[in-house]
């Protein structure tokens, strides 16, 4: 990311205050522990997206300690929404489940396993897909959950530039990420629909289900 772009981002995190103490809880595990969670910024930007979209029922692919998960139930809440969220990660799936009943919130729908199995098994339709996980896989959780979005939802996949190696010089060992991860944002261009890439956070990557779709529906 340039420069100007992480200083930019800096100032912003700067004036966002938190005031939830289970919020900062999280925030402070996840650095002490090096458990990824959505920057502050993109957090900001999320919340922003699900609330004024009047999002009702939501799909996170990616719970890791709950962070993302809470901050998303807390805004449908008001919409009597639900918040399905997968994990494969035991430990954090267990921490996420503290973290879920500490919070009060009784919309979330917790799922342990495989995502590229679990969301198969799900029979519901969701206005916003939220994907967060295995970066490798990031084509074929779009592909299965796209199927669960309705008409005029988005589709929220965050890390989509994965620590900005898709620009710049890499690790020999994530060169099978990063070809995907290149070949996965070609494809989001190409495909019918609206998406967008947005570099804060670590890459936004955004896309539209139209509305009145065409014959060839994907």
Not at 26 to 53: C, D, Q, R, S, W
Request: charged fraction near 35%; hydrophobic fraction near 35%.
């Amino acid at each position: 990311m340039l420069e100007e772009l992480k200083e930019a981002n800096g100032y912003i995190v700067g004036k966002i205050i938190e005031k939830d103490k289970l919020i900062l809880e999280m925030e402070k595990y996840a650095h002490e522990y090096n458990i990824p969670i959505v920057t502050k910024e993109v957090a900001e930007y999320l919340k922003f997206l699900v609330k004024t979209y009047k999002t009702k029922n939501i799909l996170e692919i990616g719970t890791a300690i709950g962070y993302s998960g809470i901050l998303m139930a807390k805004e449908i809440k008001e919409n009597n929404g639900k918040l399905y969220t997968i994990e494969i990660d035991e430990e954090r799936y267990n921490l996420a489940q503290e973290n879920f009943k500490k919070s009060g919130l009784n919309n979330i729908i917790s799922i342990k396993g495989d995502a590229l199995e679990e969301v198969k098994k799900i029979n519901d339709k969701f206005d916003f897909i939220f994907i967060d996980a295995s970066k490798g896989h990031y084509m074929d959780f779009f592909e299965d959950s796209y199927k669960l979005l309705n008409e005029g939802g988005i589709v929220f996949i965050d890390n989509i530039m994965f620590r900005g190696y898709l620009y710049k010089e890499y690790p020999k060992r994530f060169k099978t990420i990063v070809k995907r991860l290149d070949s996965f944002i070609d494809y989001l261009y190409e495909r019918e629909g609206r998406f967008v890439l947005l570099p804060f956070g670590d890459g936004v990557g955004l896309y539209f289900k139209e509305e009145d779709s065409s014959e060839n529906k994907k």
